[in-house]
């Protein structure tokens, strides 16, 4: 099973502050990987697939980047709505699917 | 618009069996695999697996393989997801998504959420 390493757990920012969150993959999963975001008591979002592809709707400050087994997901500038959980997920062994652990972003 | 609504709150005995719907509406129901989808309370995502909705067929996790079964009724757009033998630790979120890319193509990636069904698990 390709297991998914979020880093860091924890991303303490301020609004307007550029946030670079991490995830890698324990073998390569080409570029089958996308982000999701998840705020409280909401169902997750679906913002980047295939590593950099925005999903419709997702605004141009998010952005995603890697291939094999490195990715990124930056926000170039956060906004107070996107405090939330982000996680990784790959879909490069269909049909077994795997997603990070999570990275949360709160206010600093 | 594309809309999953999913039934309601469900309190399981451990041993008990649950089933969760998950109906669909603003698409094309056969088109797009549905994929179930949990959370434990504070914990991560974990995928359970998809069925097909226009064949029927089904892929389940290797963890919930014997205790999983995922089905659909192409009359009502509505697929469903039985879980036996449930224990404590399957207390949990538990969320319907359909997928991004049609049947046609390798699916995996999860576009439009179910509102999400706690199972509550306890003597």
């Known amino acids: 099973e390709i297991v998914l390493t979020q880093s860091p757990a924890t991303l303490s920012l301020s609004p307007g502050e550029r946030a670079t969150l991490s995830c890698r993959a324990s073998q390569s999963v080409s570029s089958y990987l996308a982000w999701y975001q998840q705020k409280p008591g909401q169902a997750p979002r679906l913002l980047i697939y295939d590593a950099s592809n925005r999903a419709t709707g997702i605004p141009a400050r998010f952005s995603g980047s890697g291939s094999g087994t490195d990715f990124t997901l930056t926000i170039s500038s956060l906004e107070p709505e996107d405090f939330a959980v982000y996680y990784c997920q790959q879909r490069s062994i269909w049909p077994r699917v795997t997603f990070g652990g999570g990275t949360k972003v709160e206010i600093k | 618009q594309v809309q999953l609504v999913q039934s309601g709150a469900e309190m399981k005995k451990p041993g008990a069996s649950v089933k969760v719907s998950c109906k669909a509406s603003g698409y094309s129901f056969t088109g797009y695999y549905i994929h179930w989808v949990r959370q434990a309370p504070g914990q991560g995502l974990e995928w359970m697996g998809w069925?097909?909705?226009?064949?029927?067929?089904?892929k389940y996790a290797q963890k919930f393989q014997g205790r999983v079964t995922m089905t659909r009724d192409t009359s009502t757009r509505t697929g469903y997801m039985e879980l036996s033998r449930l224990r404590s630790d399957d207390t949990a979120v538990y969320y319907c998504a359909r997928d991004l890319l049609p049947t046609e193509v390798t699916p995996g990636y999860f576009q439009h959420w179910g509102q999400g069904t706690l199972v509550t698990v306890s003597s």
């Open positions: 069925i097909n909705p226009n064949s029927g067929g089904t």
